[in-house]
T-cell receptor, first 118, second 114 residues
Framework: DVKVTQSSRYLVKRTGEKVFLECVQDMDHENMFWYRQDPGLGLRLIYF???????EKGDIPEGYSVSREKKERFSLILESASTNQTSMYLC?????????????????FGPGTRLTVL | AQSVTQLGSHVSVSEGALVLLRCNYS??????LFWYVQYPNQGLQLLLK??????LVKGINGFEAEFKKSETSFHLTKPSAHMSDAAEYFC????????????FGTGTKLQVIP
């Protein structure tokens, strides 16, 4: 079974704090993703990584950064948390064999971290 | 550009009744289409996906969806609802390529009434 784990299920932080959300996958997947999920908005991609130390901005990268130092771990960083970053954060991973894409691969999601910024 | 519209943010059905969750998409290229399910306090799980070939796609837990190009629709159905089907369901669309190009709908919460 593919496992994508996230370091915390619930997190409460104060405005201005630096926040780290950690994600680990155990299937040697090349691709990892960070989304935020808000009611009525669905999932929106924050950042995507296709290899160690490689990243691409998603649809809503403002206020976030990421780090991927090891293949299995992808971290989302809120440099200075704000109340509008209160949300559910979902990590995901997928294989990235060249030329395959969504047709052949499957994306696996972690259980999510519900972050509240006060 | 691509987009997904899920009709109805909340749907209620009686246990044993037909489940129908509606999804319409727009895409400038032949799309890949997905349905995901999210149970309370869990991540998303793939129910089924359409890539090419047969337009009726069968997924897990008895769900299926039919790709109708002329109607730009990909509605999700299940003949008989179970209490365990209560969850939020997301439709998604993608052009070819990787999952970073997937656009998700806003979700439909399914309530199953005993």
């Amino acid at each position: 079974d593919v496992k994508v784990t996230q370091s915390s299920r619930y997190l409460v932080k104060r405005t201005g704090e630096k926040v780290f959300l950690e994600c680990v996958q155990d299937m040697d997947h090349e691709n990892m993703f960070w989304y935020r999920q808000d009611p009525g908005l669905g999932l929106r991609l924050i950042y995507f990584s296709y290899d160690v130390k490689m990243k691409e901005k998603g649809d809503i990268p403002e206020g976030y950064s990421v780090s991927r130092e090891k293949k299995e771990r992808f971290s989302l960083i809120l440099e200075s948390a704000s109340t509008n970053q209160t949300s559910m954060y979902l990590c995901a991973s997928s294989t990235g064999t060249s030329g395959r894409g969504v047709e052949a691969d499957t994306q696996y999601f972690g259980p999510g971290t519900r972050l509240t910024v006060l | 550009a691509q987009s997904v519209t899920q009709l109805g943010s909340h749907v209620s059905v009686s246990e044993g009744a037909l489940v129908l969750l509606r999804c319409n998409y727009s895409s400038s290229v032949p799309p890949y289409l997905f349905w995901y399910v999210q149970y309370p306090n869990q991540g998303l799980q793939l129910l089924l996906k359409y890539t090419t070939g047969a337009t009726l796609v069968k997924g897990i837990n008895g769900f299926e969806a039919e790709f109708k190009k002329s109607e730009t629709s990909f509605h999700l159905t299940k003949p008989s609802a179970h209490m365990s089907d209560a969850a939020e369901y997301f439709c998604a669309v993608s052009p070819s390529g990787g999952y970073q190009k997937v656009t998700f709908g806003t979700g439909t919460k399914l309530q199953v009434i005993p």
